[in-house]
């Protein structure tokens, strides 16, 4: 209701000055069917606009409030790499392990989904956008040698979080 009154007063402010320019030009208060309809169409195009910036603005909140869930989310999932990195050597045969490293495939698979994807870091050459330097190594190179923690990326190139890597040494 409050989005029909709020075009209607913005048509009666038009119209009010269309009156006036009635009253000014031809001496006449009176206004006709052409202005009662050219104000409807005006409301009518000022609700549809409306309409239209407010499913901008609620798409862009879903995206965000997604993003925030996320993002949440993704220190599960460095604890699962963590503990995969770290399986000693008597059980990494297990079912156990196996059962970790399946969950950790899942919440990858549920990212993708949502298109969402990990950000290649090892080999790379070092890009700000996509990685946060965060120490160097003793190889060679300028390229990244070790992921510290995992970046991920949409699907239209929105960062959700940068990778943290460590970089060779310099030349």
């Known amino acids: 209701m409050h989005i029909v009154a709020s075009a209607l007063r913005r048509s009666e402010s038009r119209a009010t000055m269309?009156?006036?320019?009635?009253?000014?030009?031809?001496?006449?208060?009176?206004?006709?069917?052409?202005?009662?309809?050219?104000?409807?169409?005006?409301?009518?195009?000022?609700?549809?606009?409306?309409?239209?910036?407010?499913?901008?603005?609620?798409?862009?909140?879903?995206?965000?409030?997604?993003?925030?869930?996320?993002r949440n989310l993704l220190p599960l999932i460095d604890m699962l790499e963590r503990a995969l990195k770290n399986v000693p050597s008597e059980i990494e045969k297990s079912s156990w392990t196996e059962g970790i490293r399946l969950i950790y495939e899942e919440f990858l698979k549920l990212l993708n989904k949502e298109g969402i994807r990990k950000i290649e870091t090892i080999g790379r050459e070092l890009d700000p956008k996509y990685h946060e330097a965060v120490g160097r190594t003793d190889e060679d190179g300028e390229e990244v040698v070790e992921e510290v923690r995992s970046g991920f990326i949409t699907e239209d190139d929105f960062i959700v979080r940068p990778a943290q890597v460590k970089i060779g040494k310099q030349k």
């Open 18 to 70: 269309a009156e006036d320019n009635n009253i000014n030009n031809s001496g006449n208060a009176e206004p006709s069917s052409l202005d009662y309809e050219g104000r409807w169409k005006r409301a009518l195009a000022d609700y549809e606009n409306y309409k239209k910036d407010e499913i901008k603005r609620f798409a862009a909140f879903s995206k965000f409030s997604k993003m925030e869930a996320i």
